[in-house]
T-cell receptor, first 115, second 113 residues
Framework: DAGVIQSPRHEVTEMGQEVTLRCKPISGHNSLFWYRQTMMRGLELLIYFNNNVPIDDSGMPEDRFSAKMPNASFSTLKIQPSEPRDSAVYFC?????????????FGDGTRLSIL | QQQVKQSPQSLIVQKGGISIINCAYENTAFDYFPWYQQFPGKGPALLIAIRPDVSEKKEGRFTISFNKSAKQFSLHIMDSQPGDSATYFCAAQIKAAGNKLTFGGGTRVLVKP
């Protein structure tokens, strides 16, 4: 079974450029989560969706960040304009919702470097 | 405000030894406590999890001990192997809050052969 697929795996771009990260969740999963991982702040939840609807975006750092989930099999996280402090590894995770607690399955992340 | 505190930040253990990682939480609404294992260049992967109505759960060499009254839980890795060298994260979840995970700060474990 395919896991959560993220692209690109690595992204290097200059400050001010638009960055788009992509995620394909596990088929059948209806919850999707975007995380950011840095040495200083660890793993932070940015936003999560349930059935393609954004439920909680309180972790999104500022208006430069936006996320969409146009359908059940695709989500994007966009940063515009990007800044050096956005450099981090961004993870997407998916899970089933409902019933008992469901584990989240993570992709291998996108390593983002803003110069 | 960090709701899940994890210690130590790093530890080194000899092959065959026991690795112990501790976590403490504040929010009594948490109802699920998973541990994730992360290797370099990979995303976190679920290792083992426990619910607060259970005091201990064992899967192979990995055991979670849970103390509800103290709001603490710990991961024990028995007979540690070099392949266990990774970063371990404890987490806490509230099902009613959409299964959001709150992670601890992580523990980097190095098992020396």
């Amino acid at each position: 079974d395919a896991g959560v697929i993220q692209s690109p795996r690595h992204e290097v771009t200059e400050m001010g450029q638009e960055v788009t990260l992509r995620c394909k969740p596990i088929s059948g999963h209806n919850s999707l989560f975007w995380y950011r991982q840095t040495m200083m702040r660890g793993l932070e939840l940015l936003i999560y969706f349930n059935n393609n609807v954004p439920i909680d975006d309180s972790g999104m750092p500022e208006d430069r960040f936006s996320a969409k989930m146009p359908n059940a099999s695709f989500s994007t996280l966009k940063i515009q304009p990007s800044e050096p402090r956005d450099s981090a590894v961004y993870f997407c995770a998916s899970s089933l919702s409902g019933g008992r607690n469901q584990p989240q399955h993570f992709g291998d992340g996108t390593r983002l470097s803003i110069l | 405000q960090q709701q899940v505190k994890q210690s130590p930040q790093s530890l080194i253990v000899q092959k065959g030894g026991i690795s112990i990682i501790n976590c403490a939480y504040e929010n009594t609404a948490f109802d699920y406590f998973p541990w994730y294992q992360q290797f370099p260049g990979k995303g976190p992967a679920l290792l083992i999890a426990i619910r607060p109505d259970v005091s201990e759960k064992k899967e192979g060499r990995f055991t979670i001990s849970f103390n509800k009254s103290a709001k603490q839980f710990s991961l024990h890795i028995m007979d540690s192997q070099p392949g266990d060298s990774a970063t371990y994260f404890c987490a806490a979840q509230i099902k009613a809050a959409g299964n959001k995970l709150t992670f601890g700060g992580g523990t980097r474990v190095l098992v020396k052969p």
